[in-house]
DNA sequence: AGCCTATCGTAACAGCGTGTAACAGTCCCA
DNA sequence: TGGGACTGTTACACGCTGTTACGATAGGCT
């Protein structure tokens, strides 16, 4: 991949040049833009990797634009945004946009999740991270995502807390593929809590976590064919997985 | 997976020999280029799993050449550097390398990042991810790739530890050759790639594992009809082995 | 044959990673 | 505002793995 090419985008032309001299100094190529007329206008011109999107647009709502732009193309999104209210935050994602940061944010932060949604993008790693429609079948059972509902082999439905659904989308979209326990925990934050602390992942609770979904899903918890521990290492999903778009 | 397929880029040959024959011991099989045109011809040739690139390739910059190579294929590439600065660092993310190491390098270091980027790089699943499936049969036992376990003559389960199971494969690999306690060592380390196992085997470990295996599948552990001694010399797994490719 | 030494087998132990019950804090809704 | 669902933390138990130590043994040597 040659460098990235983000395009900033800030009514206010003050937070524009900082934000933008900052990624220029990590070496990113950076455009800027305004308004939605002139986001359009560099989309059309060329290749943009990354949106970084002021949710407070004027008189527009970044939401909305994100939302759009979403349905048109399949640029990666980051709403940045001065209201950092759970309700702001949780808009932002059923929007599409793949992460969220508050201003005022620590550049570092910044930085930090530009790269985790470029490096994402290039690898397509994870579903969770677009409002996904699809069904997944796996090992006689079924997770809709359209309806958000899991149904046992038998047909009937499990109850499954918001936790341990995240979970179970993440592993669904990385099947028979180790993941270690941050990646996990770094997955599951993105989705749902856009809560700044990336870091301190800190103790156990992907454990407890996986072990919860475990006494959901699996016949025998104590020795679970799906969703296996692989020692040293993290969690694998060891069942093939057939997804429905939707 | 199969062996991974590494290809090393350095323009000074010494440097190529030795990290070459480092790897090749640890189990990996390892081409080598010391310019683009034969990398190039490399990832022509066949698969390649993971790219060791140094940063000075003479009078070319290796981190365009890394830009370049991920603009047309999706090879991981680790970045190999005399130049430790922060700066350069930096610049090796932004151009898409999947890590950074500085030279001189401590061995066990690379090999931990080559293992890392290996396991990430299985998540492009287009790549050679493959499951072993296959189903050995020997001396009336059954291991079962696929399912991941193993079976007595009179077809009952028995429950072997990740290690204990991983030493069966290699020797399930090798039958009637006498394997040095070395060389089954490196192979288990190989085989879970992504554990940062330490190295060196410094004690006894292997005659011990072997003395569990032998415990859990030999009829009279105390006189291995199987996984016999090679006195001075290590292992030999002396039972004729089937193999069906699954 | 008898001795010597390198080599091997393995019991015992220690460290680490994982499972999980119990507890505590948070959020949500009536 | 109280209660219940949800989630993270903590503490303890347990299994897996490597290390160590000691005894057994094979094989060479005199």
Redesign the interface.
Known sequence: ????RLLVVDDDAEMRRMMTEFLRK???MVMTAANRAQIVSHLDQGRIDLILLDVMLGDESGVEICAELRLERDVPIILVSALSADHQRMQGYEVGADDYIAKPFNPDLLLARV?AVLRRG????SLAYRRNTSIYSFGGWTYDGKKDIVLAPDGFQVALSKRETSLLKVVLA?P???LTREEIADTLDVNHDGATQSEAATGRAIDVLVGRLRSKIERNPKEPEMLRT????GYVFAVDVVVKDG
């Open positions: 991949m040659s460098i990235p990590k070496g990113f790269r290039r690898r397509s790693a990385n028979h593929i180790p692989e020692r040293g290492t």
